[in-house]
DNA sequence: TACCAGGATGTTG
DNA sequence: CAACATCATGGT
């Protein structure tokens, strides 16, 4: 067992486990009683299960079996970057200040971080299964594959997942996810990526060093890989707060819920409201797919 | 039943 | 280059 702390500051632990609570389908994370508990694949290979919890100003993290000093310092920095700690918020609290749209979602989701996808292959996975289709379904693959292909271990009675690792993805078939109700397109395109991955020729830390620009270039001249999983990508794996996934129906429905208008924004529409987020596009994008979240599923009840 | 879904690609005019 | 067609099926 191992246990430290994060020291957090404007930072809302409550907003930030009930996006991770979004969706009963979710099997590679559990909130249960304000902790998060997560199955995790460690550099070594080796399986650790993390469990957080929020304690005053410090975000605890602890694991289930001991890690060794520089392994607590890879931990601590993959829950800050899965939280999106080091961020500034104060800034783009500032900037969003005489925002019609913005304003009052920063008062109500004050604290509420980008919560990041910080593995590149589970982000780019993620994107291509929800590309055009509802997000129940998109869950419901995405359940499939991470059944069929990654790590698992019981925790508190139920069944918490690795999401599978390009390895074990690059050597399967199309044929093999077909009958999961994968399209034969989205097949090919994960398991492209996959092998990519392997290959060498796609490298998360490689495009970690590159500016935005360069990295997106170099993520959609991947197949299956548009202007919107790009940014959704650079926004979620790479924490690019200039990322913006304009196209996002999510987004759009977002907007036609806090409009007084009764539908959703043209793009030219959209980008004017967009000028005032400038540099912080991707946190208004997140801040409006959580409050619409919410709505939601208000709404069902 | 028709239309929409956290789009991308390939073809056509 | 812009406008279509296609993918592929669940949810409402």
């Not at 997140?286 to 599923?297: A, G, N, P």
């Amino acid at each position: 067992m191992t246990s430290f702390t994060i020291p957090v500051d404007l930072f809302s632990w409550e907003e930030s486990i009930d996006y991770l609570n979004r969706n009963p389908l979710e099997c590679t994370h559990l909130v249960k009683n304000h902790r998060v508990y997560k199955l995790l694949e460690l550099p070594d290979a080796s399986l650790a299960l993390l469990q957080l919890s929020q304690k005053g100003e410090q975000l605890v993290v602890e694991t289930n079996k001991q890690v060794a000093v520089e392994m607590q310092q890879w931990l601590k920095a993959y829950v800050s970057n899965w939280f999106d700690l080091r961020r500034d918020l104060s800034t783009f609290y500032k900037q969003m200040e005489q925002d019609a749209l913005l304003a009052p979602l920063c008062v109500r989701y004050e604290g509420l971080r980008i919560v990041q996808i910080p593995d590149l292959f589970e982000a780019l996975c993620w994107a291509i299964i929800g590309q055009q289709i509802n997000l129940t379904f998109a869950y419901k693959l995405r359940l499939r594959l991470v059944e069929l292909y990654g790590e698992s271990e019981e925790i508190e009675g139920q069944a918490l997942y690795t999401f599978p690792n390009p390895v074990r993805i690059a050597g399967i078939q199309p044929e093999d996810l077909r009958p999961y109700q994968f399209s034969q397109r989205k097949a090919e395109y994960i398991i492209g990526i996959a092998q990519a991955i392997i290959e060498g020729r796609l490298d998360q830390q490689q495009l970690a060093t590159q500016s935005f620009e360069e990295a997106h270039r170099n993520l959609v001249n991947l197949r299956g890989v548009g202007n919107w999983t790009a940014n959704y990508v650079l926004m979620k794996t790479y924490g690019h707060c200039q990322a913006f996934p304009i196209e996002d129906v999510g987004l759009h429905n977002g907007i036609k819920l806090l409009w007084e208008h009764d539908r959703k924004p043209t793009l030219e529409e959209l980008k004017v409201l967009a000028k005032s987020w400038e540099g912080w596009e991707a946190y208004a994008t997140f801040y409006i797919w959580h409050h619409l979240m919410k709505w939601e599923r208000e709404a069902k009840f």
